[in-house]
């Protein structure tokens, strides 16, 4: 019987498309880097938890490498909410509650100065140039208050530092917790851990635009935060987010096309190198790469960091 070439390649269109969809399905709930097999690297509403996955004694891929073990006395959120399964190792990002408010900070500034040397001097008071915070302290009336009820304001800080020339350290750094770097808008930003060594992002409350304060009243970032990149296009690399404290840069979530970047991707201190725009130049250097998933920003420091500082 003669073959219908039009019915062979309909069949086979159908079959490549039930392929590409299968691709696709399989690639979105893969095992990400932190073991969770119904957490995806890239979907806001199903993200790994991090919990537990901290070393004090060496660099993992898609973990943080700490230089304690925490605070057991530690603040932080003392309820988890509706949006973590811990059953299933994942919360949803879009389901959690923020701290509500809208202030507004006329006084906040931040500068970046490159120096020939190829050190930057950071100056700031990091407050957010660019967005407005929650109210803070967490008011009972506030739907936050149920899981964390965060005590501290916000306060100007003095931010006064030189970040070094980028260069590889001849061993990986672990991270002390508080500041590891700072955004471009002058709010520092902490690693993805909370005084407890938990996944900050996931159980602390934090305001619409992802930041709190800690003891001290200093406002501060565990990720990149959405409010800064959603608009950005969704076919290009993401653009600057700040720098680490061992100068080395950070860029936002989207990668080559406007993918997102996952921790596959990256090494132990949550970088690679790529050619990325930097100063208006198109230059191929190693770079952080701030993911949706944890640890967020940094994993490790590649290099020396000029600060340090306590869990917020």
Request: one cysteine or more.
């Amino acid at each position: 019987m003669p073959i219908n070439g039009r019915r062979v390649t309909l069949a086979c269109s159908l079959v490549l498309a039930a392929l590409s969809a299968a691709i696709a399905v399989a690639a979105s709930t893969a095992t990400t880097a932190s073991g969770r097999t119904g957490a995806s690297a890239t979907d806001l509403t199903r993200l790994p938890l991090g919990d537990g996955h901290t070393s004090t004694t060496s660099a993992k891929r898609g973990w943080i490498y700490t230089c304690d073990s925490g605070n057991p006395g530690g603040g932080g959120a003392f309820k988890d909410g509706p949006w973590i399964d811990t059953a299933d190792g994942t919360f949803n990002e879009k389901a959690k509650v923020s701290v509500q408010g809208s202030v507004r900070w006329s006084s906040a500034q931040v500068s970046f100065t490159r120096l020939a040397s190829g050190q930057i001097k950071v100056t700031g008071n990091d407050l957010p140039t660019n967005r407005t915070t929650g109210t803070f302290p967490i008011a009972s009336s506030d739907p936050a208050y149920a899981y964390d009820r965060n005590p501290n304001s916000i306060a100007a800080q003095t931010v006064s530092l030189t970040l070094p020339k980028p260069a590889a350290a001849s061993k990986v750094g672990c991270l002390s917790g508080g500041p590891i770097g700072i955004a471009l808008n002058g709010v520092e930003i902490f690693d993805g851990l909370d005084a407890l060594h938990r996944d900050a992002v996931a159980h602390e409350t934090q305001d619409a635009c992802a930041g709190h304060p800690q003891q001290q009243s200093a406002y501060h970032y565990h990720s990149d935060p959405v409010c800064l990149w959603s608009k950005d296009s969704s076919t290009k690399a993401s653009g600057l987010f700040g720098y680490a404290y061992d100068g080395y840069p950070i860029f936002g979530p989207r990668g080559t096309g406007g993918r997102f970047v996952t921790n596959a991707q990256l090494d132990v201190c949550h970088g690679t190198t790529s050619t990325v725009t930097l100063n208006g130049k198109r230059v191929r250097m190693y770079h952080y790469v701030a993911t949706l998933e944890y640890p967020y920003t940094l994993g490790c420091f590649h290099g020396t960091s000029v600060a340090t500082g306590g869990h917020g």
